[in-house]
Nanobody, 121 residues
C-alpha cells in the first residue's frame, strides 16, 4: 500500500506563486520517476512536469520557464514550484510516481489524491 500527502494548493493571483509538495510513503521498493499531472474541468489529465533519477526533468511546454520540479529522494517527496501563475493553470494537480512496491515488483504508476490550484484575481 502507498500513501500520499499532498500540500500547497490553494488560491493565487495571476502572476503569483505556489509551491506544491507530495510525500509518498508505504511499502515502496523503488521509485524511477516522480511528477505532476493536472486536470482542468472538462479536460483530460495532462503531464505538467516529471523528474527521473533525481536529475532528468521534463516539462510541458505551457509551464517551461515558470515551473520547477525537484525531488528529495530520501523522503520520497516531489515538489513543484509554480511562478508567474496564469488563470489557465487552474486545475486539480495530481502527483504520481512510477515505481514498484515490496509486494508488487512490477513497475506501475501510483497516484496521489489531487490538490486544487486556482489562479484568479
Amino acid at each position: 500500500q502507498v500513501q500520499f500527502v499532498e500540500s500547497g494548493g490553494g488560491l493565487a493571483q495571476p502572476g503569483g506563486s505556489l509551491r506544491l509538495s507530495c510525500a509518498a510513503s508505504g511499502s515502496i521498493f523503488s521509485i524511477h520517476t516522480m511528477g505532476w499531472y493536472r486536470q482542468a474541468p472538462g479536460k483530460q489529465r495532462d503531464l505538467v512536469a516529471s523528474i527521473t533519477s533525481g536529475t532528468n526533468t521534463n516539462y510541458a511546454d505551457s509551464v517551461k520557464g515558470r515551473f520547477t520540479i525537484s525531488v528529495d529522494n530520501a523522503k520520497n517527496t516531489v515538489y513543484l514550484q509554480m511562478n508567474s501563475l496564469k488563470p489557465e493553470d487552474t486545475a486539480v494537480y495530481y502527483c504520481y510516481f512510477l515505481g514498484s512496491l515490496v509486494a508488487d515488483t512490477a513497475w506501475k504508476n501510483y497516484w496521489g489524491q489531487g490538490t486544487q490550484v486556482t489562479v484568479s484575481s
